[in-house]
């Protein structure tokens, strides 16, 4: 399985941004899909997952209200949408993927840069 992320960018505080990943391979398999973040200095944090199946949704409290997760299951593909950005959004984001709900997340994306800043 192959996760390639795209969409980040240099935005100004207030503004938003839609983030893809897009799984691909013939053995592509997913329980749940998530975004993750790191910030220069700390350490890797949940932003948000969706079950694939089901739709489920959960986000990390400093993004409730601001980020949407959303998947296309006919293009096996995960959407972040990320609005009203602030300075503290800036990371690199990831995608991953895990194909059991009892497994790590196993597939990762490359990871895509976000910065926010006037």
């Known amino acids: 399985v192959q996760l390639q992320a795209s969409g980040g960018g240099l935005v100004q505080p207030g503004g938003s941004l839609r983030l893809s990943c897009a799984a691909s391979?013939?053995?592509?398999?997913?329980?749940?899909m998530a975004w993750f973040r790191q910030a220069p200095g700390k350490e890797r944090e949940i932003v948000a997952h969706?079950?694939?199946?089901?739709?489920?949704?959960y986000y990390a409290d400093s993004v409730k209200g601001r980020f949407a997760i959303s998947r296309d299951v006919a293009v096996n593909t995960v959407y972040l949408q990320m609005n009203s950005l602030k300075a503290e959004d800036t990371a690199i984001y990831y995608c991953a993927n895990k194909p059991r709900s009892s497994w790590p997340y196993n597939a990762w994306g490359q990871g895509t840069l976000v910065t926010v800043s006037s």
């Open positions: 391979g013939r053995t592509f398999s997913s329980n749940t």
């Open positions: 969706i079950v694939w199946s089901s739709g489920t949704t």
